[in-house]
């Protein structure tokens, strides 16, 4: 009977603990060019600071380890008999997912399907020191054998603690449930973990001319004159038939920036500017 008692719970461990993938999963189909992403784990993306993979906050949790599936970074994810979930804590890294659609993520499950096997994501949101508020969602269609992408609209993300605000997701929690955790191992291999939504549009191109009355059509208004006088350099700069003149220099300074006409730039002004737009200045 100890044989037995003993075989079977051999038997049991190497059906959660065998059968590593030997392919990698599939690089991810969205770029950064047509999406917006946060990437918590992929080769694909610069990743967010992850705090801590897999917390041990309860006698249920379970920590993830570095491997490596056909020369592709992968997590993995044991969860011996009597641990059920791991957690990813990138509070530090926390971010505003408002604007995010959906989250992926791949997982790759060995061996034969255990009998009530679930998987559940829940996504804490921290709007303070700590969790404040938190989502989840449940996968019961789970298949094993195969590289699965998970592509989860968010919206479908129901209330598992307070209300549904996303505006400060700082971990996540992978809770692999099944009918008899405590006498069942599993392994999940993870991969591509990432939340995605439109790209921002940029806004129109514009013809407007940034800089106010650049034709001199009122005078000197919105420009300022600068004279090195302490050089001393002397010099009469004014305004007249759509032009900017300055007449009368004299004096023994001899840099260019010792005689200035600038216009500095509003509040307004500033805001118009986009970065890594291009900016054409004539005269």
């Given at each position: 009977m100890k044989k037995l008692i003993l075989l079977t719970m051999i038997c049991s461990y190497l059906v959660g603990f065998s059968q590593a993938p030997t392919t990698a999963?599939?690089?991810?189909?969205?770029?950064?060019?047509?999406?917006?992403?946060?990437?918590?784990?992929?080769?694909?993306?610069?990743?967010?600071?992850?705090?801590?993979?897999?917390?041990?906050?309860?006698?249920?949790?379970?920590?993830?380890?570095?491997?490596?599936?056909?020369?592709?970074a992968t997590k993995l994810l044991d969860l011996p008999a009597g641990k059920e979930y791991g957690a990813i804590d990138f509070a530090p890294s926390k971010f505003n997912a408002t604007g995010y659609t959906h989250v992926r993520m791949d997982y790759y499950i060995p061996g034969t399907?255990?009998?009530?096997?679930?998987?559940?994501?829940?996504?804490?949101?921290?709007?303070?020191?700590?969790?404040?508020?938190?989502?989840?969602?449940?996968i019961t269609s789970v298949t094993a054998g195969q590289?699965?992408?998970?592509?989860?609209?968010l919206s479908s993300f129901t209330v598992a603690f307070n209300n549904a605000s996303r505006n400060n997701i700082a971990q996540m929690v992978i809770t692999a449930a099944r009918?008899?955790?405590?006498?069942?191992?599993?392994?999940i291999y993870i991969d591509n973990i990432y939340f995605y939504g439109p790209a921002a549009t940029p806004p129109p191109a514009s013809t407007k001319n940034i800089i106010l009355n650049g034709s001199f059509n009122n005078g000197l208004?919105?420009?300022?004159?600068?004279?090195?006088?302490w050089i001393p350099v002397n010099a009469t700069i004014n305004a007249a038939n759509n032009e900017a003149n300055v007449t009368g220099i004299s004096g023994a300074g001899g840099e260019t920036w010792h005689i200035q006409l600038n216009q500095i730039f509003t509040a307004s002004q500033k805001d118009s500017l986009v970065v890594g737009k291009k900016y054409k200045l004539s005269f």
């Open positions: 999963a599939a690089a991810p189909t969205h770029s950064t060019a047509t999406s917006n992403i946060k990437s918590v784990f992929s080769d694909a993306f610069t990743n967010i600071s992850v705090n801590q993979w897999g917390p041990l906050w309860s006698a249920a949790a379970s920590s993830f380890s570095d491997v490596t599936i056909a020369g592709n399907l255990l009998t009530g096997q679930v998987i559940n994501i829940k996504l804490s949101n921290h709007d303070g020191s700590g969790e404040t508020n938190a989502i989840e969602h449940t590289w699965v992408s998970l592509d989860i609209p009918a008899n955790v405590g006498g069942t191992a599993l392994s208004t919105d420009w300022t004159s600068f004279l090195a006088s």
